[in-house]
């Protein structure tokens, strides 16, 4: 809980906690010099570490909490450059846990188990109509509905120039995380 473990093994890899912990703290401290400070409540103290030197037995984690998983695919930097911002996104609920039993195998490279994967619906484009929604986007001019659903290749090819300059900003936009 309240932990970044971030991978660093690769030379392009980028540290997204660094931000996130960093802006934490300024939000903490303003909160701090206001008078009401007693009422409000405290932000989370975040810490940052090795992803690849952590075991899932390291782990804290509170059952039935969603957790991210956000990766980074070098390979893939090369083939999509306007993805590089942490280009892939999985959130993971771990629902329970028991003990051991003497039934169960006792190699540790069989844990964790997978009992369950659900089937997620997936949301389409709303310009395509045939790639999944990758991104969001509310209060935007061009778009045909508010909300509205792009993949990443109707999205860049709406919103950015063939030089990768973003054509304007007056909208919002998030991750489309399907459920």
């Known amino acids: 809980q309240d932990v970044f473990y971030n991978d660093m093994r690769h030379p392009d890899a980028v540290d997204y906690s660094e931000n996130i912990i960093s802006w934490i703290a300024e939000q903490d401290d303003t909160r701090q010099t206001r008078r009401s400070r007693s009422k409000l409540s405290k932000l989370p103290s975040f810490k940052k570490a090795s992803m690849e030197e ?3 037995r390291d782990l804290n984690f509170k059952l039935g909490s969603k957790y991210l998983y956000c990766h980074q695919a070098s390979t893939f930097f090369l083939l999509s450059p306007h ?3 942490g280009d892939c ?3 993971f609920v771990i629902r329970d846990m028991r003990l051991i039993h003497e039934d169960d195998t006792r190699s540790p490279s069989t844990y964790p188990v997978l009992r369950f994967l659900p089937r997620l619906r997936y949301r ?3 310009i395509c109509s045939v790639y999944r929604a990758r991104k969001i986007v ?3 001019k ?3 509905s508010n909300p509205c659903f792009f993949c990443d290749s109707c999205y860049y090819s709406l919103h950015y120039s063939s ?3 973003l054509l304007y900003e007056d909208f919002s936009v998030e991750d489309c995380h399907h459920e």
Request: proline fraction near 5%.
């Open 54 to 56: 952590t075991h899932f």
């Open 83 to 85: 993805l590089m911002d």
């Open 89 to 91: 996104k999985h959130v």
């Open 124 to 126: 389409k484009c709303s």
């Open 138 to 140: 509310r209060d935007d």
């Open 142 to 144: 061009l778009a045909p």
């Open 163 to 165: 030089e990768g300059v």
